[in-house]
């Protein structure tokens, strides 16, 4: 089992910059070796993809709108993966929630993810 806790959200303008992190707890299995993965939602849109990394963070994978503007990163050490947002835009308005997977490479698909984080706000204004 996993308990996941995002921080790092705030307001912010647009074209600054903000690292979400994400901290880890797991029983059994230990959390390297879980796929983690950055989700965000906004109200009456379902929870998309942002970004993911693999279990020993050799492999990333980006949704087209985070592409060369968001970087994931994980430190095994510290039970926790980061997400850096950079260059934001309004448009990136969401609760990011990070996510772990059993599986050895993240999907894109929520379902595929069996822990959860709360969610933390960001906001960014124009």
């Known amino acids: 089992q996993v308990q996941l806790v995002e921080s790092g959200g705030g307001l912010v303008q647009a074209g600054d910059s903000v690292r979400l992190s994400c901290a880890a707890s797991a029983s059994g299995r230990t959390f390297n070796s879980y796929a983690m993965g950055w989700f965000r939602q906004t109200p009456g849109k379902e929870r998309e993809f942002v970004a993911g990394i693999s279990w020993s963070g050799s492999s990333t994978y980006y949704a087209d709108s985070a592409k060369g503007r968001f970087t994931i990163s994980r430190d095994n050490a510290k039970n926790t993966v980061y997400l850096q947002m950079n260059s934001l835009k309004p448009e990136d308005t969401a609760v990011y929630y990070c996510?772990?997977?059993?599986?050895?490479?993240?999907?894109?698909?929520?379902?595929?993810?069996?822990?959860w984080g709360q969610g933390t706000q960001v906001t960014v204004s124009s």
């Open positions: 996510a772990a997977s059993e599986g050895v490479i993240p999907s894109t698909r929520g379902v595929s993810y069996r822990y």
